[in-house]
């Protein structure tokens, strides 16, 4: 295990479909910065250049010579680069709070989604008017906007006949 430092920085909680993703754009910044360092080094230039410039073998199972020599490359870079993040305590509450609050949504939604329900997306304009089974999504605005085309038609057509 690297027994560098930890990386203090930001780090962004966000909510994709079926994941809460961590951004540790800091983690990966400092680590391409520390490993440009490290490849231009007298310590690995010389084993990075033999590793670049060795001619495939055509065997890639871990075991012929240059996946070697590429893996032990690699793992003699990782030892010295950071693995860690540091939070501030103030941090470690805000992002902590934020993970379990997505966390939460993503667990209900799929809970809901196992039962057969319909799960409405905050703020969809067909709310309580969903087909059972049928996903809520971006189309709900399309269905929304039709609806509404049609209301207003149907109204007009009402007004005339009146
Ligand atoms: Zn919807």
């Known amino acids: 295990m690297s027994d560098h430092a930890p990386v203090p920085g930001r780090f962004y909680p966000e909510s ?3 994941f809460v993703t961590l951004d540790v754009a800091a983690l990966v910044d400092n680590n391409v910065h520390d490993l440009l360092e490290l490849l231009g080094s007298d310590e690995f230039f010389e084993d990075f250049i033999s590793v670049a ?4 073998v055509g065997e890639h199972d871990g075991s ?3 996946r070697l020599a590429f893996e032990e490359l690699k793992d003699r870079l990782v030892e010295r680069l950071a693995i860690r993040v540091a939070m501030t305590a103030r941090q470690a509450v805000a992002i902590g709070s934020r993970v379990l609050e997505l966390g939460a949504e993503l667990d209900g939604i ?3 989604a196992e039962a057969g329900e319909t799960v409405t997306r905050p703020g ?3 709310a309580g008017r969903h087909v059972p089974g049928v ?5 709900c605005d399309e269905k929304a906007a039709a609806l509404n085309n049609l209301r207003a038609i149907l109204a ?4 005339r006949q009146a």
Do not use: F, H, I, T
């Not at 410039?53 to 495939?56: G, S, V």
């Not at 996903?135 to 189309?139: E, L, Q």
């Not at 007009?156 to 007004?159: A, P």
């Open 16 to 18: 994709g479909p079926g």
């Open 53 to 56: 410039c060795a001619e495939p």
């Open 64 to 66: 012929a010579p240059d």
């Open 110 to 112: 799929a809970a809901a």
């Open 124 to 126: 969809c304009p067909l």
């Open 135 to 139: 996903p809520c999504d971006d189309r």
């Open 156 to 159: 007009r057509q009402n007004g």
